[in-house]
């Protein structure tokens, strides 16, 4: 079986080696979950809410999301075993749903992977609280993101130290996306469409080459090619 993308550089134990795993991870989980992609809709969802209640839903929307990201980072795996999934696998189809958000990405186009659909805004808009849905789900812990934490887990290899790094990034992430939902507006006014844009795609060519990476080490250890 072939190893991912970061333990072909620096040894593994090694502070670069898990530098690298760091930074992959921290890009990984940035590009899916999106938090400025998250603020932004998080802002125009509670327009009309106070500030009180908007970092009430922001705190508990962010909780309730990373429980659920933590939950397959520590036993997707497992997940995966009962429903008789193998690794190789979910690195092939894990691959394909992160490159087709990357290419949403890109070319700044909606990707039901990283937020709602317009079906789901029109029934969130309607909702005197949106901390469970559409906040922590799909916004925060969203098909892509629930993917990339089986991915990213299934990488460490059941070595703890990965594992420990790739729960920091995400938690790292989380938190970032909390204190961008508290500033929500003044990052929707800071950005504007087209600073949204620029880093969603900077982010978006970061993902797909790491998507493409996971495709590759899928069907190489599926066995299916020599």
Known sequence: MTTPRWTSGPPHGSV??????????????????????????????????????????????????????????????????????????????????????????????????????SEENAEAAGKADISVFPLATPLIAGPGAIGAAILLAAGAEGDGRKIAVVIAALCAVLALTFVLLLLATQVQRLLGVTGLQVLSRVVGVLLAALAVQFIFDGIAASGLVG
Do not use: C, Q
């Not at 839903?57 to 962010?62: H, I, S, V």
């Not at 659920?68 to 092939?92: D, H, Q």
């Open 16 to 117: 670069f080696g898990m530098l690298e795993i760091a930074i992959v991870a921290f890009t990984t989980f940035f590009a899916t979950v999106g938090p400025p992609d998250v603020a932004a809709l998080f802002a125009g969802l509670t327009h009309d809410k106070t500030v009180a209640e908007r970092r009430a839903m922001a705190l508990k929307g962010t909780l309730i999301g990373g429980g659920i990201l933590l939950f397959f980072t520590l036993f997707g795996e497992w997940v995966l075993t009962y429903f008789g999934i193998s690794l190789p696998a979910l690195r092939t189809a894990g691959g394909i749903l992160l490159l087709l958000i990357a290419i949403d990405m890109v070319f700044a186009r909606p990707s039901g992977g990283t937020t709602t659909t």
